[in-house]
């Protein structure tokens, strides 16, 4: 496989990018040489690309359609990104993704990355001492109704591979903050600076079908294997190692007894999910 096709995708529609995760990509994306289009039910403030701002809900199927109208790729990171109420979810990130999917379809839209998460397979055990890393094939184990919803995007993906021919990368991101501000995320944080690396690489790898990923820094303490995210083209250049002594002196070593950081899901995997109203 190689690393990089050309033409890279030139414009790229960035759904969520209200969010944490859009406002960092929309100030370090452009230095790839992208043009992005914004999108986001809530308003963008300003900032790079406002002026391609579009206020609009996954629930609105006209809006998508002119918003993925002329796009080389679409970056889709819009939803709920924590747990919630079943149906909340259901229309935010499983009927929204659908619509996406449409909407691309309709369009043209050929390239697709899809903002999964680690929560997809939040009730596997973290690896301890000597265990191996996790590999991306694992099975689904989602720890919160919003795990199930990416693992549904996860599918949906591949079914528009197969039926429609829109190639997908999803990435199971793990924790993307400018610092990592838990022991567990030691083990899964991707610094913005390797998303926005990672984020390209997938806009641009040369394959073709769904290909699943996971998505951090080459961090000391990884729990899981990087091997596919590296396979297109990712380099990561951060390891979250610098903050271990800080983290570890204020809240401990995790506790393998304790549900909340027993499995890579951390503390979604307990009656305490974070969550989003
Ligand atoms: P966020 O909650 O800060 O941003 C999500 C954005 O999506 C918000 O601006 C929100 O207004 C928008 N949105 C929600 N529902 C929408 C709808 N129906 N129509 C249009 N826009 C809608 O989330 P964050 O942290 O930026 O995450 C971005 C994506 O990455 C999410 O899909 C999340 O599930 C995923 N992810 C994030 C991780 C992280 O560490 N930040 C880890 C794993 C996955
Ligand atoms: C996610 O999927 C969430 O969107 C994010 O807010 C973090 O909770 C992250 O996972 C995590 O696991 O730390």
């Given amino acids: 496989m190689s690393a990089v096709s050309a033409p890279a995708p030139r414009t790229v529609l960035l759904t969520g990018a ?58 889709h990171l819009a939803g709920i990104s924590k747990e919630s109420d079943f149906d909340r979810i259901l229309r935010a990130n499983i009927e929204g993704t659908y619509n996406l999917y449409e ?20 009730f596997t055990p973290r690896p301890r001492g000597g265990d191996p890393l996790i590999p991306v094939d694992t099975p689904r184990r989602p720890d919160t109704y919003y795990g199930l919803s990416k693992c549904f995007g996860e599918d949906l993906a591949q079914l528009y591979a197969d039926r429609h021919g829109i190639d997908t990368v999803s990435i199971r991101i793990g924790s993307c903050f400018p610092a990592p501000s ?24 040369d394959v073709t079908g769904h290909t699943v990923v996971y998505g951090s820094s080459a961090n000391t303490r990884l729990w899981w294997d990087l091997g596919p995210a590296r396979a297109l083209g990712y380099e990561p250049q951060d390891d979250s190692e610098p903050f271990a002594a800080a983290l570890i002196a204020e809240q401990g070593e995790l506790d393998p007894a304790d549900p909340a950081q027993a499995n890579l899901g951390g503390a979604f995997c307990t009656d305490a999910p974070r969550w989003e109203h």
């Fill in 18 to 75: 209200a969010g944490g995760v859009g406002t960092l990509m929309r100030e370090l994306l452009p230095s790839f040489g992208y043009r992005l289009r914004l999108l986001d039910a809530r308003p963008i403030q300003d900032g790079p690309g406002a002026g391609t701002a579009i206020t609009a809900d996954l629930a609105d199927r006209d809006a998508l359609r002119a918003a993925v109208r002329g796009v080389d790729a679409i970056l």
């Fill in 103 to 122: 909407a691309a379809r309709e369009e043209g839209v050929r390239r697709i990355v899809f903002a999964s998460s680690n929560h997809a397979v939040g």
């Fill in 182 to 205: 838990t022991v567990r995320m030691l083990s899964v944080w991707m610094s913005p600076a390797d998303g926005a690396r990672l984020f390209h690489a997938a806009l641009t790898a």
